[in-house]
């Protein structure tokens, strides 16, 4: 056999790529420190081909390669902790510890969450997806470890747009007061979603724009002491004078006064520096707030100009998977935008945000009064196109939902109408100031819950489905749901008319294409009141919301088979429509309640407690809703809904035998 000459061009076999050779953290450790920008290449690489097929938050994802690299480089997190606040980052973490053979089903039904989740690997400790709550929680496992001989060290990763929540503030706080162990990374890239607000955004502004004084620090005391005549003498006076000049010069001065070891600012994609650091952190006491620069979507070719449409991406079904990334093409389905929703136009109609942001532009063009207000969401919530109407009347306050509901109580304290858009699993951030600043003063603040009900590919981290229960139960609101887009328009018209607090949900998704009545026909729109779309024997559906156009097909395909069922839009979970209920309690033998909500506390026990209330009738009230478990991810809200039995046939299901348990 003769040898092959060193010259020939014909393919070999190559050594595997950095990234087929990381599968675990063990694996990272055994690269060499030159080795880790090429590995963060390739990992880049994976994920900008991975993540552009199956859909995902993308643009925070290439922005934390290098960080979370160094992280598991320096560290050990079989023994130390890592929390990620939102943990939506967190997809190199997931490629580190042995998941890159599974992000062909990232967000999909059955596959990989898009969120850190303990059911899926030990290196996960918390399922998250709410901002601000990562440094209370690795302070709680610092503490919970301090008592051991040599405990492990805990970290945190947080963006610069989440430290601003109240809680993150709360924490950082409590942790320099008590100086544990605690490693703060602030992962700065002016940017949640879309770019990030208020004072401590513009603190970290002047840091970066600083960074020539970064040594100030460590040089001051030798300029000052090189003075003529008062060199030679240090005194008080003269550490007064560095200090001021410190407090002037060295970034971080505000960390500092709170007892935490302030470093940075340092580039966040200098792999080769993030280690050097890391290891020099790691030796050190009490709470440090490692600050890196980083550039959100780093590596997409719209990062620079686009940085928000770079957050999420929608799967591409046509993007073709390069060799090595463990992915066949073709077998995934491709996923709606997650950001751009007033966009998103549908094969049925616009979508639920959609009808929301032209509705309200609409009534701001004709009343002054009108305020809208959102907490770090201004396109997932639509309000992006009233900014850019209405400069004046738009306020983005960040990620402070607290805060945002209790400065649309003092705006219509002061005679403004502000309608505050937040998703409803957001809302739940606010709840005491929606009940005291809001339900207490019985103010007129009209709240628009978006993403209410189930929503797919995020999870039950976002699945806005306790609303109308923790809502419900506050004296003086009043609780809608438009069915379509011509109702929208009307409940924010009643809301801003409504002399009290108001909250209205819809789903995200697509609004029907084709009224079934005519706004002109239907019957006016007043709280309490319900609208019957049509009667029919024995059983009759009292449908919420979007799941009001699931009622009415399940009674077309019982009306082809000769059955004629009752649908009635409730619109409104609190007041309920006690005249029509006490009338339909006396005519039929079934009443079916529908809503994509927890059963417990829902629109479905709105009806229940209200019938309590009224004369004994024959119905029997079956209600319809989400069962008391978290509703996994899939890969649509469909899918949820059907799961559940909260679909056509699932409503058919139920509906066949009611009513044949009724003819007995």
Known sequence: MTSKPVNDPSPTKTDPSLLEQVNCPADLHGLRLDQLPAYCGEVREFLLDSVQRTGGHLGSNLGTVEITTALHYVYNFKRDRVVWDVSHQSYTHKIITGRRGEFAGLRQTGGMCGFTNPEESPYDLFHTGHAGTSISSALGLALGTAHEPNPPHAVAVIGDASLGAGVAFEAINHAGALGQRLLVVLNDNEW?????????????????????????????????????????????????????????????????????????????????????????????????????????????????????????????????????????????????????????????????????????????????????????????????????????????????????????????????????????????????????????????????????????????????????????????????????????????KLGLQHDGPMAVRFPRGASPGVETIHVDERREMLPGKAEVLCEGERLVIWAYGAMVGTALQAAEELRAEGIEIGVVDARFAKPVDEELLCRHLQDYKHILTLEDHQRAGGFGSALLECANRLPQGTARLRLLGLPDRFVDHKTTREEQLSEVGLDVPGVLRVARSLLSASRV
Request: charged share 20%.
């Open 192 to 492: 949640s979603i879309s770019r990030s607000v208020g004072a401590m955004a513009k603190y970290f502004s002047r840091i970066r724009s600083a960074r020539l004084v970064q040594r100030a620090g460590q040089e001051i005391q030798s300029l000052i002491t090189a003075i003529p005549v008062i060199g030679a003498r240090v005194d008080r006076t003269l550490d007064q004078i560095g200090e001021v000049v410190r407090h002037t010069l060295v970034p971080g001065h505000v960390f500092d006064e709170l007892g935490v070891t302030y470093v940075g600012p340092i580039d966040g994609h200098d792999v080769k520096q993030l280690v050097e650091n890391l290891k020099r952190i790691k030796e050190l006491d009490g709470v440090v707030l490692l600050h890196i620069i980083t550039q959100k979507g780093k590596g997409h070719p719209d990062a620079l100009k686009h940085p928000e449409r770079v957050h999420g991406v929608k799967g591409d079904g046509s993007h073709k998977a390069k060799s090595g990334c463990g992915m066949e093409s073709g077998k995934l389905v491709p996923q709606a935008s997650l950001q751009v929703a007033t966009e998103d136009l549908v094969k049925n109609g616009p979508s639920f945000t959609a009808c929301f942001a032209e509705a309200l532009i609409d009534l701001a063009e004709k009343d002054m009064r009108i305020h809208a207000i959102t907490a770090a969401m201004p396109s997932g919530t639509g309000l992006d196109a009233f900014a850019e109407r209405f400069p004046g009347r738009f306020h983005d306050t960040g990620i402070t939902e607290q805060h945002a509901m209790a400065m649309s109580a003092g705006l219509a304290k002061a005679g403004a109408r502000p309608v505050v858009a937040i998703y409803s699993t957001f809302l739940q951030r606010g709840y005491d100031q929606v009940f005291q600043e809001v339900a207490l003063q019985n103010l007129p603040v009209l709240i628009c819950m978006d993403r209410a009900g189930v929503v797919g590919q995020d999870g039950p981290t976002h699945n806005g489905v306790f609303d109308i229960a923790f809502l419900r139960t506050l004296p003086n609101f009043v609780l809608a749901a438009p069915r379509d887009q011509s109702d929208m328009k009307r409940m924010l």
